[in-house]
């Protein structure tokens, strides 16, 4: 069956400008994860849904970051008023519930100019 | 604060000899340790787990052990192959926290040779 899919595969944008990232997960899973992994780091997290809400989102480092999941299913990473420091590779993850294995996309990598 | 520490970044090893990948955690409230494993642009994939109750794990030819006391969990990779080339990242689980909310080391970047 088919994985995780993100979209776009890269994304170039210059500071201050506004970006979306596309996560699907596998069918039938109910918990969505968004992770980033800046050049030379592991994977940091930052956001998990569990069906439609944000059961945790500790991990978003300001308000400029905000995530959406209307529908339970598809996902999308909002960024404000993009900075240079948010370039990086945001990886989103999907489980069965918040128990099972976790499931990683390929990415999106975001470079902000 | 890095609460989890892989202090290799890279490692090669010949072909057929043994790989052997460190980790240390500073968090004692980790209970459930994994390792990942990503090839270039592809996502993480999950390669072995352990429980903080266990002190060793095997998967074919993945070992992962845990010294608890020592805070340092390792991964051997026996045989190596020139296919297990990748990067390798060590995550942990706190015990207070959700299934999947993991804290990642940096990795180390695993070159078998043949």
């Known amino acids: 069956g088919a994985g995780v899919s993100q979209t776009p595969s890269n994304k170039v944008t210059e500071k201050g400008k506004y970006v979306e990232l596309r996560c699907d997960p596998i069918s039938g899973h109910t918990a969505l994860y968004w992770y980033r992994q800046s050049l030379g780091q592991g994977p940091e997290f930052l956001i998990y849904?569990?069906?439609?809400?944000?059961?945790?989102d500790s991990g978003l480092p300001n308000d400029r970051f905000f995530a959406v999941r209307p529908e339970g299913s598809v996902s999308t990473l909002k960024i404000q008023r993009t900075e240079r420091g948010d370039s990086a590779v945001y990886l989103c993850?999907?489980?069965?519930?918040?128990?099972?294995?976790?499931?990683f996309g390929p990415g999106t990598r975001l470079t902000v100019l | 604060d890095q609460q989890v520490k892989q202090n290799s970044p890279s490692l090669s090893v010949q072909e057929g000899r043994i790989s052997i990948l460190n980790c240390d955690y500073t968090n004692s409230m980790f209970d459930y340790f994994l390792w990942y494993k990503k090839y270039p642009a592809e996502g993480p994939t999950f390669l072995i787990s352990?429980?903080?109750?266990?002190d060793k794990n095997e998967d074919g030819r993945f070992t992962v052990f845990l010294n608890k006391s020592a805070k340092h969990l390792s991964l051997h990779i026996v045989p190596s192959q020139p296919g297990d080339s990748a990067v390798y990242f060590c995550a942990a689980r706190a015990v207070m926290e959700y299934g999947n909310k993991l804290v990642f080391g940096a990795g180390t970047i695993l070159r078998v040779k043949s």
């Open positions: 352990i429980s903080s109750i266990k």
């Open positions: 993850a999907s489980s069965l519930d918040r128990e099972t294995r976790l499931f």
């Open positions: 849904f569990q069906g439609t809400g944000a059961a945790d």
